[in-house]
């Protein structure tokens, strides 16, 4: 209604209503305070890592483009070494082939020579054991002869070592 004012009016409140009253209040403002401090270091601590991922957007982005040239650079020695593989083993079947042509020629001479030469070196062996065989028997004969003229020499001398005592007797 027009001309009405809205008041409150106190008419039954007690001190202790009063002093509850105030508390609360007090409680809220200190709540509201206690608020706003967070607020204002988690904006401060939310700056601080925007800043950082700043930082690290930046670095980051040259960081990548090293790698990608590195690993370009890598995959073109790669194809490098494919193509050097691929001489090298060229060339490796190149050498197994003269080595199997090296392993034929060498068993047809062997079978051109080798047949006479063993022939050859088995009448050498039979001849130089008969030639052993033979001096080793002359040998043998003379060292017979040697060892028994010295028995032979040594019963003399004994011999003569009785004659003499007997004669000093």
């Known amino acids: 209604m027009p001309g009405e004012t809205l008041a409150v009016e106190f008419n ?3 001190v202790w209503e009063i002093a509850l009253l105030i508390a609360a209040v007090a409680f809220f403002i200190f709540s509201l305070m206690l608020a706003v401090g967070l607020i204002r270091k988690l904006n401060g601590t ?6 950082i991922l700043d930082k690290v957007d930046h670095e980051i ?6 790698a990608n040239a ?9 194809v490098q070494v494919e193509g ?3 001489k090298v083993s060229a060339i490796t079947g190149n ?8 392993a034929n020629i060498t068993s047809l001479v062997v079978s051109a020579v080798g047949s006479p030469l063993v ?9 130089r054991t008969a030639v052993k065989k033979r ?3 002359y040998d043998e004969d003379q060292v017979r002869r040697m060892v028994e003229a010295s028995r032979q020499t040594k019963r003399e001398s004994k011999r003569a070592a009785k004659a003499r005592r007997r004669a000093a007797k």
């Open 12 to 14: 039954n409140v007690g």
């Open 46 to 51: 939310v700056t601080r890592v925007n800043g």
């Open 61 to 66: 982005g040259p960081i990548l483009r090293n």
């Open 70 to 78: 590195t690993l370009d650079n890598v995959n073109a020695s790669l």
């Open 84 to 86: 050097e593989l691929e």
């Open 95 to 102: 050498a197994a082939h003269i080595s199997s042509n090296v």
């Open 119 to 127: 022939k050859a070196a088995a009448f050498g062996f039979g001849l």
């Open 135 to 137: 001096n080793q028997g």
